[in-house]
């Protein structure tokens, strides 16, 4: 089956320090895509960074960047410098590909900066 | 430029009422997912839609649940007779096309409509 899993429901971090939230997939693809999403209170599905199977590069944006390891099937993403604003709820996504176009989701994690 | 509209945002609705959902997708836009979001869960996919055609339903209901995203108009997640378990954050999501790369047309979300289900 193709899953995304993300194994720490809860996550802390004190403003201006640095913090790894963890995801692992399963397929059998070889090429696919994955996706980090923050969802703020509002409700709001916000796109932080995304990163194409077959490129070894890690992706960046800004304060945000991924560690991708495609062998170990491993993806999480590195908040640096963490503000008060980045608190929200985390969800790991993959699209694996085929005509539709979808997204997989973990079930989140929930960051908390403190200050 | 607009993005997905939602609306409404909050819908209560008791247990045998029928629930609508609307999702005006962004301009040009011409293909809508709908997702759901369960308490303490991650979205989940429901359907998947082109103008006129729904193409993938493979994560919708059977039953009670339907979707159609019409020529003229939003897209409508129509969900009859309404059960507790229906009570959920349900997001409607577009994307200019269906090409593999949804690297470079990644999917928009709206603010999404919370269905409680009384």
């Known amino acids: 089956a193709q899953t995304v899993t993300q194994s720490q429901p809860e996550m802390s971090v004190q403003e201006a320090e640095t913090v790894t939230l963890s995801c692992t997939y399963d397929?059998?693809?070889?090429?696919?895509?994955l996706f980090w999403y923050k969802q703020p209170p509002s409700r709001q599905m916000i796109l932080v960074i995304r990163?194409?199977?077959?490129?070894?590069q890690n992706a960046t944006e800004n304060r945000f960047s991924v560690n991708f390891q495609k062998a170990a099937k491993s993806f999480s993403l590195k908040i640096s410098d963490s503000q008060l604003g980045d608190a929200a709820m985390y969800f790991c996504?993959?699209?694996?590909?085929?005509?539709?176009?979808?997204?997989?989701f973990g079930t989140g994690t929930l960051l908390a900066v403190q200050p | 430029n607009a993005g997905v509209m939602q609306n409404p945002r909050h819908l209560v609705r008791r247990r045998g009422q029928e629930a609508r959902l609307r999702c005006s997708p962004v301009?040009?836009?011409?293909?809508v997912y709908w997702y759901r979001q369960l308490p303490e869960e991650g979205l989940k996919f429901m359907v998947y839609?082109?103008?006129?055609?729904?193409?993938?339903e493979s994560g919708m209901p059977k039953e009670r649940f339907s979707a159609e995203f019409p020529k003229e108009g939003p897209s409508i997640l129509r969900i009859q007779q309404v059960v507790r378990g229906d009570s959920a954050a349900y997001f409607c999501?577009?994307?200019?096309?269906?090409?593999?790369?949804?690297?470079?047309?990644?999917?928009?979300f709206g603010n999404g409509t919370r269905l409680t289900v009384t």
């Open positions: 999501a577009s994307s200019p096309w269906s090409s593999y790369s949804s690297y470079n047309s990644p999917l928009h």
């Open positions: 397929t059998s693809e070889s090429d696919y895509y």
């Open positions: 990163q194409e199977a077959y490129k070894q």
């Open positions: 996504a993959a699209n694996y590909g085929g005509a539709t176009n979808k997204l997989i």
């Open positions: 301009k040009g836009h011409s293909h």
């Open positions: 839609l082109q103008k006129e055609n729904i193409i993938d």
